[in-house]
C-alpha cells in the first residue's frame, strides 16, 4: 500500500496542530500515513515513503535550523526521492513574516530531489505554496491541512 510520510518541527505547538491536520487527511484516503516530529525521522523513512509532507515553523522567513540540517543530510539518497510527490506547510507569528519564503525553501529542498510537489488548496486557505498558519491554527488553516494531506494522498495513490 502507498504510503505519506510527514516530517514536521514545532517548537510552539502550532505547526504540530498542522501537521495532525496534514495526517487527518491522508487518513481519509486509501494511503498508509506515518507522522514523525523531524528529530525522529531518518533518511530511510524517506525513502520508503511515497509522498513526503514538510512541516516547518517560520524562523527569520525560512525553515527551523533542525528541519534544514534534515534536508541537508539527505543529499545522501539524492535520486532516491525522484517522482515521489511532496508538499509543505508552515506556521508564523504574523502576516508577511515569511511563511510564503518558508513554504518555497521546503519546496525547493524537493525540487532539488526532483519530486513531484502539490501546491495549498485555493480554495481552503490563503496560502498557494502549501498550508499557512499565522499563529495557532484556525479551523481555516486546519481545514487547508488537512485538504493537502488529502490531495498529496489521492495523487500517489494515483500515481502508484
Not at 501537521?19 to 525521522?41: F, H, P, S
Not at 479551523?139 to 494531506?149: M, Q
Request: hydrophobic residues 45%; aromatic residues 4%.
Amino acid at each position: 500500500m502507498a504510503k505519506v510520510l510527514i516530517v514536521y518541527d514545532s517548537r510552539t505547538g502550532n505547526t504540530e496542530k498542522m501537521a495532525r491536520a496534514v495526517e487527518q487527511g491522508v487518513r481519509e484516503t486509501n494511503v498508509d500515513v506515518e507522522l514523525k516530529k523531524v528529530d525522529k525521522a531518518t533518511l530511510t523513512d524517506l525513502e520508503a515513503a511515497d509522498g513526503i509532507i514538510l512541516g516547518s515553523p517560520t524562523y527569520f522567513g525560512l525553515m527551523t535550523d533542525e528541519m534544514k540540517r534534515f534536508i541537508d543530510r539527505s543529499i545522501g539518497i539524492w535520486g532516491r526521492l525522484s517522482n515521489k510527490v511532496g508538499a509543505a506547510f508552515t506556521s508564523s507569528l504574523w502576516l508577511g513574516g515569511g511563511s510564503e519564503t518558508t513554504l518555497l525553501s521546503l519546496v525547493q529542498a524537493m525540487l532539488a530531489h526532483e519530486m513531484i510537489v502539490v501546491g495549498g488548496a485555493l480554495a481552503a486557505a490563503d496560502g498557494i505554496y502549501g498550508a499557512v498558519s499565522l499563529s495557532a491554527p484556525d479551523a481555516k488553516a486546519l481545514n487547508a491541512c488537512k485538504l493537502l494531506g488529502r490531495r498529496v494522498a489521492e495523487l500517489v495513490d494515483k500515481l502508484r
